[in-house]
């Protein structure tokens, strides 16, 4: 069976940084590309970063570029997200989410994460 | 970015009833590389269909219809079951960075 398992969420003030974490099982994770892909509260899906199996290639959304980072540690099946200078508008639900492959549609995703940013 | 816009953003039928949900891009997307999403409340969301049309496994039941092409694309739900009841995302993967539509949500009547 396939789990991905967020932790990490939680409360931080603005400027200030978090670390995500989704633990995965159930299928070969260091030949899967995976993803983070967020909900802001009541608003729709955005993806914000991809990192290859070997790790080599990753990518993320202008908006977060410079700010985050995901890395990947395939010997424990992890993946991370190392968030710093959040802002306000980074307050959101964080899935980890494994897509296709070679297409970026996503396959299956975690139980999510919440992150609110707030003094 | 390709933007995509979900019409109506709220939907209210009655089981049993069938609808169609519209999702238009800003640009031709490439190989009709459309997915849809149904996230119900505190979920995250289910892969549904992909590629426009192809159902995402045995466990999509087939009253689940995607259906378009260039810059318009639908899904189709025959028959509403009250497990239908839901928002549902579109997605295109043709290009970079991969985008998301705003969502409709299905309600009952």
């Known amino acids: 069976e396939v789990q991905l398992v967020e932790s990490g969420g939680g409360l931080v003030k603005p400027g200030g940084s978090l670390r995500l974490s989704c633990a995965v099982s159930?299928?070969?994770?260091?030949?899967?590309?995976m993803n983070w892909v967020r909900q802001a509260p009541g608003g729709g899906l955005e993806w914000v970063a991809s990192?290859?199996?070997?790790?080599?290639?990753?990518a993320y959304t202008d908006s977060v570029k410079g700010r985050f980072t995901i890395s990947r540690d395939n010997a424990k099946n992890l993946l991370h997200l190392q968030m710093s200078s959040l802002r306000a508008e980074d307050t959101a639900v964080y899935y980890c989410?494994?897509?296709?492959?070679?297409?970026?549609?996503?396959?299956?995703w975690g139980q999510g994460a919440l992150v609110t940013v707030s003094s | 970015e390709n933007v995509l816009t979900q019409s109506p953003g709220t939907l209210s039928l009655s089981p049993g009833e069938s609808v169609t949900l519209s999702c238009r891009a800003s640009?031709?997307?490439?190989?009709?590389?459309v997915a849809w999403y149904q996230q119900k409340p505190g979920q995250a969301p289910r892969l549904l269909i992909h590629?426009?049309?192809?159902r995402a496994g045995p466990g999509v039941p087939e009253r689940f219809i995607g259906h378009g092409s260039g810059t318009g694309f639908t899904l189709t739900i025959s028959r509403l079951e009250p497990e239908d009841f839901a928002v549902y995302y579109c997605?295109?993967?043709?290009?970079?960075?991969?985008?998301f539509g705003g969502g409709t949500k299905v309600e009952i009547k």
């Open positions: 989410a494994k897509d296709m492959g070679i297409w970026y549609y996503f396959e299956f």
């Open positions: 159930g299928f070969r994770f260091d030949n899967s590309r």
């Open positions: 990192i290859s199996g070997s790790g080599r290639d990753i």
């Open positions: 640009q031709s997307v490439t190989g009709g590389y």
């Open positions: 590629g426009t049309l192809s």
């Open positions: 997605q295109q993967y043709g290009s970079s960075p991969p985008t």
